[in-house]
């Protein structure tokens, strides 16, 4: 077995400001004041404000060190499964900080504003590309965003025509988030089990699919990383009924220039910007949920849509038949420009092969590891493979031991207990943007810590034992949170 490198070191506490701060300390030091000192009027001001007296070096240490506790991509390797923690090229912050873009503002006139609505058109046309749908908006704001306003498309298609309809069938390899969209929205969420392969049964979509049902929502690749096989048949027996096909898009990042959703009989589908086309995760910045739709929904979409007419791109506002606007303005552009840069970057070779080696590290983790950890589900996976604790129950060792223990060897665990299908999951995503050599640490890792488990269980149950702080008792961290540190 390969030397598995232990990280440990300084791991620095640190106080409130309020605990450090010594009356008379100071940050700066200015000339003598040529005036007379003023007092201020207590009327006005109030009581003195509580401001901790520090000098710069306090508070530079202060931030630097709370910097220290915080984990990021930008750290090590996130292989977190379903939420996509691929390195984000720095060159995107650079590009999205140009004063031109930075500096304006939404209510400049479209005729100074060309270059933003240039970029946003463009970006809808490469989205498109990708997708093969016929049009696509930049609005909703985040995935789940995007699955609302796809379930209100739906419900404002099925009323031009006349159709009630009640119900959208949601299958139990969705995120959460997809039942809760649609149950937002006023449509019953009707669950459908995953067959033994871990995809959609046709035949119970074919029992189910009626004209009291909207449509359906299908996850692909789906959250157990594995490619919907019969989207195609099931398009059609949904598309017969007069339903709809909502597809939910997060995992593009599995197969962009391979698949084109829009082929395969999706009418409707959400991308995570901050998944698949490398923009920060919440702390870097708000997220962006683009929805892209097939030619008969477009007059529902949210307007304002960018439009390109002689030359000039403009606003188009006056669009009767859409369910509205989904956010202020025209969506989250900060963002946009990021994965704009990203796309151009890449180029679609580029882009087909950052899908491609996606798959191919987690069908390198599943290889490897498969003698280690059980495998859910034993067939080629896309971007992420799910295991599970099986093989070390005997041991009384859980999908949390292992996970905690990793925090022992500094590598941030994977996603665990999710999908709630596989009983004790652990789900790996390890993203294109790792090296094999980062990815061999990791498989190695989890081979000392099953060896651990036999050997020394203890370790495991009660591990982390060098992080920060030792296991926390979740349940009391939950009830009774302690927000002060
Ligand atoms: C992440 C994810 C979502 C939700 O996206 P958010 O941007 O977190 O709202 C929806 N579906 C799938 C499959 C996802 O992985």
């Given at each position: ?19 450090k ?5 100071i940050?700066?030091?200015?000339p ?18 509580d ?41 995107n912050?650079r590009?999205a900080?140009?004063?031109g ?20 058109y ?18 909703p ?55 033994e ?29 594995l490619?919907e ?6 398009s ?49 910045g708000?997220?962006?949920g ?9 007059p ?75 495998l ?23 999908t ?6 990793l ?79």
């Amino acid at each position: 077995m390969k030397e598995v490198i232990h990280n440990s070191g300084l791991v620095l506490d640190e106080k409130l400001l309020w605990e450090k701060g010594k009356k008379g300390r100071i940050g700066f030091s200015i000339p003598p004041q040529d005036v007379a000192v003023a007092e201020l009027d207590p009327e006005l001001v109030g009581e003195d404000p509580d401001f901790p007296d520090l000098s710069e070096v306090d508070v530079v240490r202060h931030f630097t060190r709370l910097s220290t506790w915080n984990f990021g991509v930008d750290t090590g390797m996130y292989p977190l499964g379903s939420c996509t923690m691929k390195y984000n090229p720095k060159t995107n912050e650079r590009q999205a900080s140009l004063a031109g873009l930075s500096e304006a503002h939404p209510f400049l006139p479209e005729s100074l504003s060309q270059g933003a609505l240039q970029i946003m058109y463009e970006l809808e046309q490469y989205l498109m590309e990708i997708t093969g749908m016929d049009a696509v908006t930049l609005q909703p704001a985040a995935g789940a965003h995007g699955e609302m306003l796809g379930m209100l498309l739906i419900h404002a298609w099925h009323s031009k025509k006349g159709n009630s309809r009640s119900k959208i069938i949601v299958p139990d390899t969705a995120h959460g988030t997809n039942p809760a969209s649609a149950a937002l929205c006023g449509y019953k969420p009707i669950p459908v089990k995953s067959d033994e392969n871990g995809i959609i049964p046709v035949e119970t979509i074919r029992e189910l699919m009626d004209d009291e049902t909207a449509g359906i929502m299908i996850t692909n690749p789906n959250t157990l990383g594995l490619f919907e096989e019969n989207i195609q048949e099931i398009s059609e027996i949904v598309h017969a009924e007069d339903g709809l096909v909502y597809g939910d898009g997060a995992n593009m990042n599995a197969v962009m220039g391979i698949v084109k959703m829009g082929n395969i009989g999706v009418d409707i589908m959400h991308l995570n910007l901050h998944k698949t086309f490398s923009t920060p995760h919440g702390g870097g910045g708000p997220g962006a949920g683009p929805v892209a739709v097939k030619k008969d929904l477009i007059p529902f979409l949210p307007a304002p849509r960018v439009v390109f007419k002689n030359g000039q791109y403009s606003l188009e506002k006056n669009l009767p038949d859409s369910v509205g606007r989904m956010t202020a303005f025209y969506g989250h552009f900060n963002v946009l420009i990021k994965a704009y840069s990203y796309i151009r970057q890449m180029g679609p070779d580029n882009l087909k092969k950052a899908s491609r080696l996606a798959v191919l590290n987690a069908n390198y983790i599943k290889e490897q590891l498969k003698d280690t950890l059980h495998l859910a589900y034993d067939r080629p996976c896309m971007h992420e493979c799910i295991f599970s604790d099986k093989n070390q129950a005997a041991h009384k060792i859980s999908t949390m031991d292992m996970a905690k223990r990793l925090l022992d060897y500094g590598i941030h665990p994977p996603t665990v207990y999710f999908p709630l299908v596989v009983h004790g999951a652990i789900m790996v995503e390890p993203t294109e943007t790792e090296s094999k050599e980062d990815i061999d640490l990791f498989i190695e890792t989890f081979k000392t810590i099953a060896k651990e488990a036999e050997e020394n269980p203890d370790i495991l149950t009660s591990a982390p034992h060098v992080s920060k702080r030792r296991r926390l008792d979740e349940v009391e961290a939950a009830r009774h949170p302690c927000l002060t540190g």
